[in-house]
């Protein structure tokens, strides 16, 4: 079976649209839709995928010190928290809850004074919204620029990417119906309050090509554009959690976290065990598979995945076709 008709076949009763694009070595390789070519809508947590990157941009260039505390660059936190334990979801600040996710700086001033729920380092659990203001406002603070107009300037214009974090009006006919079948956050996320705001851990707008052809960026050239070195994409995805008790509720983000990255585990398995990305709420998946040198991106607008039940059962149609291709 072909990748195209492993797509075809996993979206034959799924009432919603999807996209599927394939990078490879740098180029273009598959780029499939079932609905309009055109779309784009929110990705949900593979914001985080993006967002990561805008960190390790500033990593590698020596602005920002993973060993550092986090309070060096942002002085009103007051944790005991450094950037790597910030970026790899071993902050203690899991299940932080704001009361108005839209207003930045509301949540970032309650994020600072959380005390954390463990010692930093010593846990693992997944910070599904605290992510992506501690690592927003680290990127704030360290380039003076907010994290929608940093992944604007350093990601999104230099590949010429369809993607925003901060959507403006004038691109809203263009986003996508989102069938959120039971999600509150989906909800939440599917108004244009949510993607004219910065909430950098869920509301990226984008479109799957885009986030393919990011991640094709971190493993080498794209039309002469590399986002991150080698050493710099070997320190983003090297495990942090392996070993690590897991605080909470074991579910199906029982995690292994890189620095940002998501890497393969049992309900994300992406392609292979030298992959790394992030999946996104209802089964939005965006990764990069070092040993291949393929990057995917993947979107649909019924958000159905969740990740306790395992994989989407959407991906493995296409990912077992992508397998036998590579």
């Known amino acids: 079976m072909t990748v195209a008709e492993a797509f075809a076949a996993a979206h034959a ?8 694009a394939v990078y490879r070595d740098g180029q273009l390789v598959l780029d499939l839709t079932n609905g309009r070519p055109d779309a784009i809508g929110t990705v949900m947590s593979c914001t985080k995928g993006v967002v990561a990157v ?8 020596g602005a920002l010190d993973l060993d550092a505390l986090v309070s060096d660059y942002w002085p009103e936190f007051t944790g ?3 950037v790597a334990q910030a970026l790899d979801h071993t902050a203690g600040l899991a299940g932080f809850v704001p009361a108005d ?10 994020l600072a004074r959380m005390r954390p729920r463990w010692e930093p380092g010593t846990a693992v659990a997944y910070h599904a919204l605290a992510w992506g203001w501690l690592a927003g406002e680290l990127i704030r603070r360290v380039s003076g620029r907010s994290v929608g107009a940093f992944v604007a300037a350093e990601i999104a214009e230099p590949l010429g990417l ?3 974090i901060g959507l403006p009006e004038a691109l809203e006919p263009r986003v996508w119906e989102q069938l959120d079948d039971g999600f509150p956050l989906g909800r939440l996320f599917g108004t244009r309050a949510a993607r004219a705001a910065e909430v950098p851990a869920a509301n990226a707008v984008t479109d799957a090509r885009s986030l393919a052809r990011m991640y094709a960026a971190l493993l080498g050239e794209v039309d002469g554009v590399r986002l991150l070195s080698p050493d710099a994409v070997e320190r983003a995805r090297a495990p ?14 029982a995690p292994r976290f890189g620095l940002g990255f998501e890497l393969p585990r049992p309900g994300n398995p992406m392609l292979a065990p030298s992959s790394f990305g992030h999946a996104g709420a209802g089964g939005r998946l965006a990764f990069a598979d ?18 306790e039940r395992g994989p989407d059962p959407r991906w493995l149609p296409w990912l077992e076709a992508l397998r036998a291709w590579r």
Do not use: F, I, K
Request: with cysteine; net charge negative; glycine share 10%.
């Open 13 to 20: 009763d799924d009432p919603g649209t999807a996209q599927l």
């Open 54 to 61: 805008a960190a390790h941009r500033l990593v590698q260039r």
């Open 80 to 82: 005991r928290v450094t």
């Open 101 to 110: 996710p839209l207003d930045w700086d509301r949540c970032v001033n309650a």
């Open 162 to 164: 369809e993607l925003w």
């Open 240 to 253: 942090r959690t392996d070993g690590l008790p897991l605080a909470g509720a074991p579910d199906g983000h």
């Open 290 to 307: 070092v040993d291949s040198g393929l990057a995917v991106g993947y979107t649909c607008t019924v958000m159905r995945w969740r990740p």
